[in-house]
């Protein structure tokens, strides 16, 4: 069936980049776009009225935390709240941990809320258990199923590491390492990549992750590094999230996240740093404010950075800056980490932040993180048929409802879509050719239920977290509310 969508506006793919096509069209047939161009003279079965709206080539949203997780109860609480919160509950145990029909609950959810927004490709990281060297070997299986019941572009992988963190009798922060345990979860991951690569109409593929540079040994990632070369998969971890971890590495080796990475060969096309907030050139971390060296290896490597902007601000950080990085030539993408999951709020939260970082309104505009949400974000996958809309180009399309009153007048659409809309005016999804959502809704999926199975998994965790937490704290004192409740 062939299909044209008459706009509004149009963000269509040109010579290299993006141009915007007033009243243009897009046309697509089965998974793929036909044509987009001011109009189109040939034959359509049917034709979508977007007039007023915008349509533009779906999010690739590089780090989407894929299933219910606690980090919202954290809101509010200081870095050291946060960690505690994170400590490790029981060693050897996993009281949190979300199975059976909790866990499916958790994957829909979380696939929904993002494709919902606006994402389309979405390269899942879900939270492991604190207690865990492996995420559940349930979890991938459980987020395949979602992906193929909701229709989006998804790239799973088995999470694992050598190491875990706990809160000792003393209270002091240790690492339980068990390096044969961090292998057992690389072998499993590559199974994963069997098992899955290319399913689904090659929607759903894969990757390896370790899942934090520091609680991974160096021998370790060499050896998830000489995995993914022989898999020919890309590699994405958690890297230099906090000054902690970026001083521990310097204390122990000698060198940065960075530059321990280089040394090993870690870095390539094919690796995706997750956050990566201190570097040399970041003012906390004892380098002179100058000292780039960290992102000139990074972009000399052509090496990957994904900046979730709205999770950290929440943690009052942000990357040191946004334009910064990719002034130095690295290709810097965007990911939803954890709730809302609205790719437009990251684009927003990564312009306005980069203004207030670099004092520079010229800088973070709206075009460079409309292209960090769709083609760098496809750079970084390796891949030029999606995150454009392109004859030939998956037809991966979403259209944004600018003809609500909250949206006002419309002189620039880019402009527009990052400093006034918000995931909630997505309309109409579109995933490889097939509608996913229409009109904020995904067809035969009951929202209300979904969303109640969801809260009734996340109040199970919670509850499970405080009742394991090894200080022995209560609910209110672990993650404080905003005013007093009641009755309590
Ligand atoms: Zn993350």
Redesign the pocket.
């Known amino acids: 069936m062939r299909t044209l969508i008459q706009g509004g506006w149009v963000v269509g793919y040109q010579h290299g980049h993006h141009a915007l096509l007033r009243d243009g069209v897009v046309v697509y047939e089965g998974g793929r776009i036909l044509h987009v161009g001011p109009t189109f003279a040939g034959q359509v079965d049917r034709t979508v009225d977007a007039a007023g709206k915008l349509v533009v080539p779906g999010f690739v949203n590089l ?1 989407s ?1 894929a299933n219910i997780d606690i980090q919202t109860l954290t809101l509010d609480c200081s870095e050291i709240g946060f960690a505690a919160s994170r400590a490790s509950a029981v060693e050897g145990g996993d009281p949190i941990e979300l199975s059976g029909e909790r866990l499916r609950a958790s994957a829909r959810f979380s696939l929904l809320q993002t494709l919902k927004a606006g994402s389309t490709t979405i390269v899942e ?1 879900t939270t492991m258990a604190p207690s865990r060297f492996e995420v559940s070997r349930q979890e991938v299986p459980a987020l395949v199923e979602a992906a193929q019941e909701l229709g989006a572009r998804l790239y799973v992988s088995h999470k694992f590491r050598a190491g875990k963190r706990y809160l000792d009798a003393d209270g002091a922060w240790k690492i339980h390492w068990d390096v044969a345990a961090g292998r057992a979860g690389l072998a499993y991951g590559k199974e994963i990549v069997r098992r899955y690569e290319g399913a689904q109409q090659d929607r759903i593929r894969t990757m390896l992750f370790p899942y934090q540079f520091d609680t991974c040994t160096p021998e370790l990632l060499a050896e998830v590094k000489a995995a993914g070369r022989e898999l020919n998969t890309a590699i994405h971890m ?1 890297t230099s ?1 906090t000054l902690a971890e970026f001083h521990e590495c310097l204390n122990r080796t000698g060198r940065t996240p960075v530059q321990l990475l280089e040394q090993i060969g870690f870095l390539d096309q094919q690796t995706i740093l ?2 990566l907030l201190y570097t040399t050139l970041h003012p906390a971390s004892g380098f002179p404010v100058q000292d780039d060296s960290d992102l000139r290896i990074v972009a000399d490597h052509g090496t990957t950075v994904v900046h ?1 902007p709205v ?1 950290y601000a929440r943690r009052d950080r942000i990357l040191d800056s946004f334009a910064r990085y990719r002034s130095r030539g690295v290709n810097v993408v965007l ?1 939803t ?2 709730y809302p999951q609205d790719m437009i709020e990251e684009m927003r939260w990564a312009s306005l932040g980069c203004k207030w970082q670099d004092r520079d309104a010229s800088h973070g505009s709206a075009a460079e993180v409309f292209n960090a949400a769709t083609l760098d974000g496809a750079r970084a996958l390796n891949r030029d048929d999606i995150g454009r809309l392109a004859p030939g180009a998956k037809a991966d399309i979403v259209i944004i409802d600018f003809t609500r009153q909250h949206i006002g007048p419309v002189d620039d659409p880019i402009k527009t879509l990052v400093y006034v809309a918000n995931g909630t005016d997505v309309e109409t999804v579109i995933v490889d050719g097939r509608v996913v959502i229409e009109q904020g809704r995904a067809p035969g999926i009951n929202e209300t239920t979904l969303v109640a199975e969801a809260a009734a998994a996340h109040l199970w965790q919670a509850e499970q977290f405080v009742k394991h937490h090894p200080s022995g704290k209560s609910t209110q004192t672990l993650f404080p509310s905003s005013y007093p409740r009641v009755p309590q």
């Open positions: 780090h935390v990281s958690h999230q997750t956050h979730c999770v990911g980490d954890t």
